[in-house]
């Protein structure tokens, strides 16, 4: 049996026809900790979260968590959030050499997507797509590691606070786009970090620039994931402008889950697609 695991940062639940699990990242406070899971309540978190003054983080799945997730299955794919950023692909490569230790015949690969939300996304619908088409595992790792050279992440968004007070961003970056009214745009940079692409005046502004650096990045009307926190008219404005210029485009919008919420933070707008 074969079966796909993501960290809860792909913002993905369930797949079609596919054994698939999902490892929760944690989102904490002095006071309270959530588990990224399906029934974290994200309004209520983003709420709760503008309404704190103290500091708060977020932490990787353990080893144990990923070995869980690992348990019984043949042959795994894993999909998972950058290691430029974060812990979750060392905790998946331990648990990984940890669970082949004592199941010699299984087989792991775990991708380092160097990237987060849709682009995630992305990937494991790929995969899925193989798997159904009964390819084989080696194929399915080369085939992925192909597919990710061909994807990127983008995002727009109203705040970095989160991304500085957990120092994963720079402070005087942060402090600038604080500002009403501005909207940050950003990406994956190559080593999986965030980079910053361009600050903007208004939202309409935002992205329609956000759509010209797409178009520069090679983004031709394919595949593109719109994950938003509480933003979905932002992802339905940034569709209509994709659509009126690729009619074509295969776009879907949903909601973040936990930890993409947490740093996209209220109102932001993750872009994963497709390019030539
Ligand atoms: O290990 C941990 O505590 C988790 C740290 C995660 C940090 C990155 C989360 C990114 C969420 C926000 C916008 C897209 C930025 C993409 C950069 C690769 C998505």
Request: glycine share 8%; hydrophobic share 40%; with cysteine.
């Amino acid at each position: 049996m074969i079966k796909l695991i993501a960290d809860s940062s792909a913002d993905v639940t369930a797949i079609k026809g596919v054994p698939f699990a999902s490892v929760p990242l944690t989102i904490r406070t002095d006071e309270r900790e959530f588990t990224d899971e399906h029934d974290l309540d994200i309004g209520e978190m983003l709420d709760y979260m503008q309404a704190y003054q103290g500091r708060s983080g977020t932490a990787c799945p353990s080893p144990e968590r990923w070995m869980n997730a690992y348990a019984g299955a043949d042959e795994i794919l894993v999909v998972s959030l950058t290691s430029g950023l974060s812990g979750t692909y060392t905790s998946a490569m331990s648990a990984a050499e940890m669970h082949l230790s004592m199941h010699p015949e299984k087989r792991i690969h775990v991708f380092d997507t160097l990237s987060a939300g849709p682009e995630m996304r992305l990937l494991l619908e790929r995969l899925a797509e193989l798997i159904r088409q009964g390819r084989r595992f080696d194929e399915l790792v080369r085939e992925g590691t192909e597919y990710l050279k061909r994807t990127r992440l983008m995002c727009c968004l109203q705040s970095l606070h989160n991304f500085a007070q957990n120092g994963r961003v720079s402070k005087v970056a942060a402090k600038a786009v604080g500002l009403l009214g501005i909207r940050i745009l950003a990406g994956a940079s190559e080593e999986g970090t965030l980079e910053l692409i361009e600050k903007c005046r208004g939202e309409k502004k935002a992205l329609a620039v956000l759509l010209e650096k797409m178009h520069d990045a090679g983004y031709r009307g394919g595949k593109l994931r719109l994950a938003h926190a509480q933003g979905e008219q932002t992802a339905q404005a940034l569709s209509d402008l994709v659509l009126a210029r690729f009619p074509n485009a295969d776009v879907k919008i949903y909601p973040c889950r936990g930890l993409c919420a947490y740093y996209a933070e209220r109102g932001g707008v993750l872009a994963g697609f497709e390019t030539i």
